[in-house]
């Protein structure tokens, strides 16, 4: 009898025992499959992260693309800004040097006309001086016999003086009326220029003003580009961290799912003994 107890008492202790080692490894079962599941939890979420982060880069690639697009758009206009405004100004400045000719022209003319008119109103005060002359020949203290002497003498000398200050005065005043003509087409066109200079001028103003608009612009284009590049850098990073918990999760999971597999077993094996023992 005392053989038998103890041999019970063994068989009690050891299916105790393995009670308690089979609860533990149900615990650590149960465990083991909790973690198996927020490992694949953390795995769907690192891998949407992924998916997602990918995808963002992506856009970021294609908008940094057509950031710079815009940028060299916004470059070439600069430069065709650049080489039109040369070409106003050349035009501004050649259209400048030739109203001052213009004028120094027209001066001269007006001065060379001026001289002309004086020397016209000298030609009429001597015309004026032959005619008196002339009339002078018939005063009433001359006789009619010196009166035929002095007609006789001068006045072939006076008719040819007369007719050459006519001619000289008429000839002058063929000269003043051309000058006047030529004065009035370089004053048109000294207008005509000078409006093309202020135009040239506003040009100048407006190319200025896109050119500076076009440079801002470049500038915060290009403070963009650096942004994005060093967004689209840390992106990548992210992504790649993102790839390598995503790994990590993997592996981790995977060595759950051998030691859940392994840990079952032992609970099978466990459950087998507890009824062979119990029988």
């Known amino acids: 009898n005392k053989i038998k107890n103890s041999d019970l008492t063994k068989t009690q202790m050891n299916l105790h025992a393995k009670t308690l080692a089979h609860d533990n490894l149900s615990k650590k079962c149960n465990l083991m499959q909790q973690q198996k599941v927020e490992q694949m939890s953390l795995l769907r979420v690192s891998q949407g992260h992924s998916i997602a982060l990918a995808k963002d880069v992506a856009a ?3 908008e940094n693309v057509q950031q710079y697009k815009n940028y060299q758009d916004l470059m ?3 430069a065709r ?3 039109n405004l040369f070409l106003v100004k050349t035009h501004y400045y050649e259209a400048e040097d030739k109203c001052q000719v213009l004028r120094n022209e027209k001066e ?3 001065f060379y006309a001026d001289q002309l008119e004086m020397q016209a109103a000298e030609m009429q005060r001597k015309l004026q001086s032959v005619v008196q002359t002339n009339i002078q020949l018939y005063c009433e203290n001359t006789t009619q016999e010196e009166v035929a002497v002095l007609q006789n003498n001068q006045y072939k000398i006076k008719e040819k003086e ?7 005065s008429q000839e002058q005043n063929e000269v003043i009326a051309k000058l006047e003509n030529a004065g009035k087409e370089k004053q048109h066109t000294i207008e005509q220029l000078s409006a093309e200079v202020i135009t040239l001028g506003a040009q100048v103003k407006t190319n200025k003003t896109q050119i500076q608009t076009l440079t801002n612009e470049e500038r915060t284009l290009r403070y963009n580009l650096v942004q994005m590049v060093e967004k689209e850098k840390a992106y990548i ?8 918990q995503r790994d990590l999760f993997g592996t981790q999971l995977l060595k759950s ?3 859940l597999s392994l840990e079952k077993k032992r609970s099978r094996v466990s459950e087998t003994a507890m009824e062979n023992a119990s029988s």
Do not use: C, P, Y
């Open 76 to 78: 070439a206009d600069r």
């Open 81 to 83: 800004l650049r080489a």
């Open 257 to 259: 799912q051998v030691e």
């Open 108 to 110: 001269m003319q007006k």
């Open 237 to 244: 990073t992210s992504l790649n961290l993102l790839r390598r």
């Open 60 to 62: 970021l690639r294609q």
């Open 162 to 168: 007369i007719q050459g200050l006519e001619f000289a």
